[in-house]
């Protein structure tokens, strides 16, 4: 109406509430009134089961009015609709949800095959947030119990490990790190662990802070990069020798470091719960390269690509990406409320999913190309199978294939919470932990891709 009158064109409407407004006017409908039984078109932005446009029709034909035609911007394709109530007044669209490149509800999506599956490794009822790592044959997670596990491939167990006194081990947070001298963990009691790959004996420890919540990265010379918190929240990044554990240099940060850091050649870079990310120099330096202050925490893991740009998804649903030499903002994209996934970079697209969507923007320009929808809130880490299948953990128990085009095609459910992601381990399976205490091994629906 405002556009109309704006290009000098005579349009007559009115807006419609879902209940007369409680002050003022106390009016439900807005707007100078028609004659009674005036034929009027109901206009909305988007129509899903139709119950918006039919207490719409009610409410107008309670004032007199007569609705003749529902038009609406976008509707959905296959989604069930009741016009029982009013089948007389016809429905219209100018877009279907597929005409716009955004896939609807992954419901109908093929069977996911379950390979195999491995309980007891977590405490139930207790979310899990250490995803599973794997080399070779081997696959290695933490679990909320204070252990960290060897499987082989086929879920078969090599060794088991644990985290400080065997009586009384201690939980982790964190994603293993395979290195040349062992796997490595943290865990809740801010000590770092490097534990023999084949054997399961401990080589060394050394403590870093109060606590180690999150992942770890490879500088690629040798050292693992450690983000730590001296609680209640001040956080830390460490730089810690793969070899022996000795601690080569430790730098502060602005908060709670919950995020994984991510390794360049020139710059190391960690994010923290402040909504800050620090770069410092790979070579070790006192001072930080730069810092980069967001409007939310950031507690999705960083992610460096091959063009030295770093992703960085945080809790105002917020997708940045920032150049590595000196934080400057390349390009930034709004995708929800809430990111607390890792993004996932592609030749050509980053992926990251966020409150009930996955989202694929163009790493060059961050224009979304699309959207696809999954389960509740997204967390922990998507992962790529070979044929281009995006795998991602929801937190209301769901495990969701979606394929390289957004097109859902498998749905498996947990019987809990899926919070650390999935881990790709082959071309055609991933890794699941579940609070329900099982690790999973599932491969999407066959010719589904």
Known sequence: MLEAARNGYPLDGILVRDRPKEHGRRRQLEGSLPSPGSAVAVVDDLENSGATADWVIETLSKYGLRPVVVVTLVTFDSIARDHGAHKNVPRRSVFHLSELGIAESGEEAGTVQERWRLGGVNVRDDVPFSRPAYDGDLVVFGSNQGQL?????FGALRWRAPLGD????SP?????????????????????????????????????ADRIGSGLADDGVGNIVVPATHLPRAGLLLRVRARDGAVSWRRSLSGYAHARPAAAITALL??????TVTAFPTAGGQQPLWHRAFDAPVKADLVVDDTDTCYCADFGGVLTALDVANGAIRWQRRLGRCLYTTPLASNEYVHVAGDGHLFAVERGSGRLAWVAPIGRRARGASSRLADGTIVVGCSDGSVRFVSSTGRPVGLFRTGGPVTSGATAVTGDCALVSSADGHLYALSPPPHQS
């Open 149 to 153: 596990h060897a499987v082989d491939l």
């Open 166 to 169: 065997p009586d009384a081990p």
């Open 172 to 208: 982790t947070h964190c994603t293993p790190l395979f290195t040349p001298y062992g796997v490595v963990i943290g865990s809740d009691d801010g000590v770092l662990r490097c534990f023999d790959r084949v054997t399961g004996h401990l080589r060394w420890s050394t403590r870093c």
């Open 270 to 275: 960690a994010a923290d719960n402040s909504g």
